[in-house]
């Protein structure tokens, strides 16, 4: 009896398909891009059997793992139950997630608004700003990524990000990390400006890390000045760093926090919350029609529940410092690899030439390397040479071994 004939991948045919039917600015990653048709845990399979360590959990989603049977169990027997809705009827899983989040979140936040995406989050706590304050301004930093709705992406510094030809002019950008940039701008314009929004700890950017000091400087300077401080936690948020939300680190509260991704663990779900004050001068109708539905609700609580019973908090620590050291080792013996950084299980590495200019070349040949050897990483930064590590929390110390493994044959 002779063996299975060879399976085929089904890769040309639906990139001929994405090429002909998807808008172009849908990319992808890799040359040669594996056809994913199953996700466990930390792993996804490709249509020819092959098993992937996935690093970068769908950019920060998967925290809880690929297809976790406890969060999609309750979701699934809400979907046979009752899937949609909308905000219109009283509904329970929604109000019970509103109840969650605000026990959860730091200070007085306590009003939510559900969404379905990250950058409707931020729309939204962008209007709520300039409805508090009665002010049009927005300031926020460069690097930045907070979407791709027109005001999430005016607000977005990461230039690849700003496809907008025509970009409204409300927004200013100030370097991140440099609080005296905010100090001088809010000199210039505070009585203008509504909000700085910015990332706790900037991920698409190249995972940076601001300096110590910098974000309690930051809180009083936006006390100081009658500006809404807005974290978009949508990236860090749901213990990516090793806390709940990475404020949390920093000892400070921000006004309005959004949240998405790893919230709804692969279901769609974002929300702003805020204090009752706050939240009290948006009072005009408005609504998101899939937002907080019960099944997307659902997922989120069995969420919050799955990550408190596994303390994916101190997985997140004791998983992101371990990474961390071995990175730090793996970069001393590589010439092309620069200091890691980063917090939690959110890593970046930078590429880098002899020179020690960036190298976003040689980046994406050893993102390719790595899929090859069955690694999954992501990259970011404004020169696409960071090569980012975001894998589920749950990941263990020898899937770490092999991640490692992975990057010193890669970069030989
Ligand atoms: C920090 C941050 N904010 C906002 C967004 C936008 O979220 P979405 O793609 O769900 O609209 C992203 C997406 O990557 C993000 O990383």
Not at 185 to 192: C, R, S, V
Not at 298 to 323: F, N, P
Not at 340 to 362: C, F, K, T, Y
Not at 371 to 391: E, H, Q, Y
Request: net charge negative; charged share 20%.
């Amino acid at each position: 009896m002779g063996s299975a004939p060879a399976k085929a991948s089904r890769a040309q045919e639906l990139l001929a398909l994405k090429g002909e039917y998807l808008m172009p600015c849908v990319y992808h990653f890799y040359k040669d891009p594996p056809v994913f048709v199953r996700g466990e845990g930390c792993f996804l399979f490709d249509d020819m059997d092959r098993r992937y360590l996935d690093c970068l959990s769908g950019v920060a989603v998967m925290s809880a793992g690929h297809c976790n049977p406890d969060i999609i169990g309750p979701a699934i027997e809400q979907i046979q139950t009752l899937q949609h809705t909308t905000t219109i009827y009283l509904t329970d899983p929604i109000l019970r997630l509103a109840k969650a989040l605000a026990g959860l979140t730091p200070g007085e936040l306590s009003r939510s608004f559900f969404c379905a995406s990250g950058s409707e989050a931020v729309e939204g706590a962008l209007l709520t700003s300039v409805l508090h304050t009665g002010k049009p301004r927005i300031i926020a930093t460069t690097n930045s990524l907070h979407g791709r709705t027109r005001w999430a992406m005016n607000t977005t510094g990461m230039p690849m990000w700003r496809t907008d030809p025509y970009p409204p002019d409300d927004v200013s950008h100030i370097p991140f990390g440099d609080a005296d940039a905010l100090a001088d701008e809010f000199a210039k314009h505070a009585d203008q400006t509504a909000a700085f929004i910015a990332e706790p700890i900037q991920s698409n950017g190249g995972i940076n890390v601001p300096p110590d000091g910098y974000w309690q400087r930051v809180r009083q300077l936006c006390d100081d000045h009658g500006v809404l401080l807005i974290l978009d936690e949508i990236q860090t948020g749901f213990n990516r760093t090793g806390r709940w939300f990475a404020c949390e680190h920093f000892g400070i509260v921000p006004d309005i926090m959004t949240v998405s991704k790893a919230m709804g663990n692969g279901f769609p779900i974002g929300a702003f919350i805020t204090t009752d004050q706050i939240a009290q001068s948006y009072t005009r109708p408005g609504a998101s029609t899939h937002g907080g539905n019960p099944v997307n609700a659902t997922a989120a609580l069995a969420v919050i529940d799955y990550h408190t019973r596994h303390h994916l908090d101190q997985r997140a620590q004791e998983s992101g410092q371990y990474l961390m050291k071995q990175l730090t080792e793996l970069s001393a013996k590589r010439v092309h690899l620069g200091q890691p950084r980063g917090m939690g299980l959110m890593i970046g590495v930078p590429v880098i030439n002899s020179d020690g200019e960036p190298a976003a070349q040689r980046c994406d040949l050893i993102l390719e390397r790595l899929k090859d050897l069955r690694i999954l990483a992501g990259k970011s930064g404004p020169d696409r040479n960071v090569l980012t590590w975001m894998p589920p929390l749950t990941i263990e110390r020898h899937e770490i071994g092999e991640v490692i493994d992975a990057i010193y044959e890669a970069t030989a």
